[in-house]
């Protein structure tokens, strides 16, 4: 995967990506494309982000071995 320059293409809307603003670096988020916003586990950064790429699925879990964490993360996406 290649990095994505924000100014050239957007992420679709809800997408899980990795993001790049120069002053704190690389994160993952999600896309929200009515804001113009990547929303991290740090908060949010709206016009700030130069690149984008977009996330790896997450592997595949056996469902009887889903942890509480997983559900909850899963009913969030």
Not at 12 to 30: K, P, S
Not at 58 to 72: M, S
Request: proline share 8%.
């Amino acid at each position: 995967m290649d990095w994505v320059e924000h100014a050239k293409q957007k992420p679709e809307d809800g997408q899980y990506v990795w993001y790049f603003f120069e002053i704190t670096g690389v994160a993952y988020g999600r896309y929200d494309a009515e804001g113009n916003c990547y929303y991290g586990h740090n908060g949010f950064l709206c016009g700030d982000v130069t690149h984008w790429m977009p996330a790896p699925n997450p592997p595949e879990t056996d469902p009887a071995k889903i942890t509480h964490r997983e559900e909850v993360m899963t009913k969030r996406s």
